[in-house]
């Protein structure tokens, strides 16, 4: 079965640090572009960031552009999250989802695969 699995999140301090990780199971990521999303609680989830599966270029929405680095390992096919001086409006569960190519970041953004999986709960305290 296809899917992916976060990992890595916790509870951090505002202005702390955290790096999340999503590791592909039943499928090759090394061509496919991989898109991390939240949900904060009462909200809809949105994209944050992804990187494409071609050239590896990456594209973050404005909140988290110079704090997060996404990067990918496609050897261990894993794609990694790097959080830094985090907020609590970085507050969510944070998901992987993947395409052949990365959407727009808007809140229309949609990535196909696989199905999503649970997340990992960021909790960043103020």
């Known amino acids: 079965q296809q899917r992916f699995v976060e990992s890595g999140g916790g509870l951090v301090h505002s202005g702390g640090s955290l790096t999340l990780s999503c590791a592909a199971s039943?499928?090759?990521?090394?061509?496919?572009?991989v898109g991390w999303f939240r949900q904060a609680p009462g909200k809809d989830r949105e994209i944050v960031s992804c990187?494409?599966?071609?050239?590896?270029?990456?594209y973050y929405v404005d909140s988290v552009k110079d704090r997060f680095v996404l990067s990918r390992d496609n050897v261990k096919n894993t794609l990694w999250l790097q959080m830094n001086n985090l907020n609590p409006e970085d507050t969510g569960v944070y998901y992987c989802?993947?395409?052949?190519?990365?959407?727009?970041?808007?809140?229309?953004?949609?990535?196909?695969?696989?199905?999503w999986g649970q997340g990992t709960q960021v909790t960043v305290s103020s």
């Open positions: 989802k993947a395409d052949h190519y990365c959407p727009r970041l808007d809140s229309g953004a949609i990535m196909r695969v696989p199905e």
């Open positions: 039943g499928f090759d990521l090394e061509r496919l572009a």
């Open positions: 990187i494409e599966g071609t050239d590896g270029k990456t």
